[in-house]
């Protein structure tokens, strides 16, 4: 399935069409978009999905789109989780993963503006999976870690350079949660709906200059290993995001390095999910 966030109302994706969830339902199931993450209602989408004359509903528009996801109750992204990201930052690759966190206040919609704070010259770019939580789970083990998500988006981990770095202690979480620093969308992807769920081709561009490109295949640690490590001592819940970790080729590893700046729109492309499009503005 493909589900959506259309003008705050949770939405099915089927042909084309935007399938109103809750007028579908007649009522039993909620308009919030937040009721999609969870993997108890799934059986009631597909039905929905399923049994739904698309032809009768009208057709989606995407500016409309907001998160899939609006209100995370926490976030988590992993830092060097590409080989060629670890190799470009002159790291060795780590043993385990490294987390911070990203807060709800920096979650926005696929087409939503990236805000430049003025002042602020390293803001960078960075292309990601983002998986969904769809129960509440801890400890779960690698082969079952498929089985406790709602699905998968796309999103940016957009990061201040210069605040994340800056001594005497590195503020990767507070760097990373700037408002509007977390789109994520178009669309929450069930994992029947992937082709292959743990090889997804990806890409970022700006002004259509293609800046990152990889595929998921070639995570250092895949979805299942990441499931594993973070319920080790956190128990999630339904709606909770974790950004997978971006690919070589982010601004501050090129040479000259390339920053986010106002007029720049940032295209980050998973095929099988689908395309954000985030003008950048400062203010």
Same mark, same amino acid.
């Given at each position: 399935?493909?589900?959506?966030?259309?003008?705050?109302?949770?939405? +099915?994706?089927?042909?084309? /069409?935007?399938?109103?969830?809750?007028?579908?339902?007649?009522?039993?199931?909620?308009?919030? *978009?937040?009721?999609? !993450?969870?993997?108890?209602?799934?059986?009631?989408? &597909?039905?929905?999905? %399923?049994?739904?004359?698309?032809?009768?509903?009208?057709?989606? #528009?995407?500016?409309?789109?907001?998160?899939? @996801?609006?209100?995370?109750?926490?976030?988590?992204?992993?830092? %060097?989780?590409?080989?060629?990201?670890?190799?470009?930052?002159? /790291?060795?690759?780590?043993?385990?993963?490294?987390?911070?966190?990203?807060?709800?206040?920096?979650?926005?919609?696929?087409?939503?503006?990236? +805000?430049? *704070?003025?002042?602020?010259?390293?803001?960078?770019?960075?292309?990601? =999976?983002?998986?969904?939580?769809?129960?509440?789970?801890?400890?779960?083990?690698?082969?079952?870690?498929?089985?406790?998500?709602?699905? @998968?988006?796309?999103?940016?981990?957009?990061?201040?350079?210069? #605040?994340?770095? &800056?001594?005497?202690?590195? $503020?990767?979480?507070?760097?990373?949660?700037?408002?509007?620093?977390?789109?994520?969308?178009?669309? %929450?992807?069930?994992?029947?709906?992937?082709?292959?769920?743990?090889?997804?081709?990806?890409? !970022? &561009?700006?002004?259509? #200059?293609?800046?990152?490109?990889?595929?998921?295949?070639?995570?250092?640690?895949?979805?299942?290993?990441?499931? #594993?490590?973070?319920? /080790?001592?956190?128990?999630?819940?339904?709606?909770? =995001? =974790?950004?997978?970790?971006?690919?070589?080729? @982010?601004?501050?590893?090129?040479? *000259? $390095?390339?920053?986010?700046?106002?007029?720049?729109?940032?295209?980050?492309? +998973?095929?099988?999910?689908? !395309?954000? &499009?985030?003008?950048?503005?400062?203010?």
């Amino acid at each position: 399935m493909r589900l959506a966030n259309l003008i705050g109302r949770a939405t +099915i994706v089927v042909d084309g /069409r935007a399938i109103d969830v809750h007028r579908a339902s007649d009522g039993e199931l909620s308009a919030d *978009p937040m009721m999609m !993450c969870d993997l108890a209602n799934h059986s009631a989408l &597909r039905g929905l999905a %399923l049994n739904a004359t698309a032809s009768d509903w009208p057709l989606l #528009e995407p500016a409309q789109l907001g998160a899939p @996801v609006p209100r995370p109750g926490k976030g988590f992204g992993v830092a %060097l989780n590409y080989r060629q990201h670890a190799l470009e930052s002159g /790291r060795p690759l780590p043993t385990e993963p490294h987390l911070f966190g990203k807060s709800q206040n920096c979650v926005v919609g696929p087409f939503d503006e990236i +805000i430049v *704070p003025v002042g602020c010259e390293s803001v960078d770019y960075e292309a990601e =999976l983002v998986i969904v939580f769809g129960r509440t789970c801890k400890n779960v083990q690698r082969d079952d870690a498929w089985s406790v998500l709602a699905g @998968v988006t796309c999103g940016q981990d957009v990061s201040d350079r210069a #605040e994340q770095h &800056r001594p005497p202690v590195k $503020q990767f979480t507070i760097a990373k949660s700037y408002d509007s620093f977390g789109p994520v969308g178009p669309y %929450l992807v069930t994992q029947d709906d992937l082709a292959n769920r743990d090889a997804l081709p990806m890409q !970022c &561009r700006i002004g259509g #200059e293609v800046l990152q490109t990889t595929n998921t295949s070639d995570l250092i640690f895949d979805v299942p290993a990441l499931v #594993e490590w973070v319920t /080790r001592y956190i128990t999630f819940e339904p709606g909770d =995001l =974790l950004w997978t970790g971006t690919p070589g080729g @982010v601004g501050e590893a090129r040479n *000259p $390095q390339r920053f986010l700046r106002a007029g720049d729109v940032v295209e980050t492309d +998973i095929e099988g999910i689908g !395309c954000m &499009r985030n003008p950048v503005v400062s203010r």
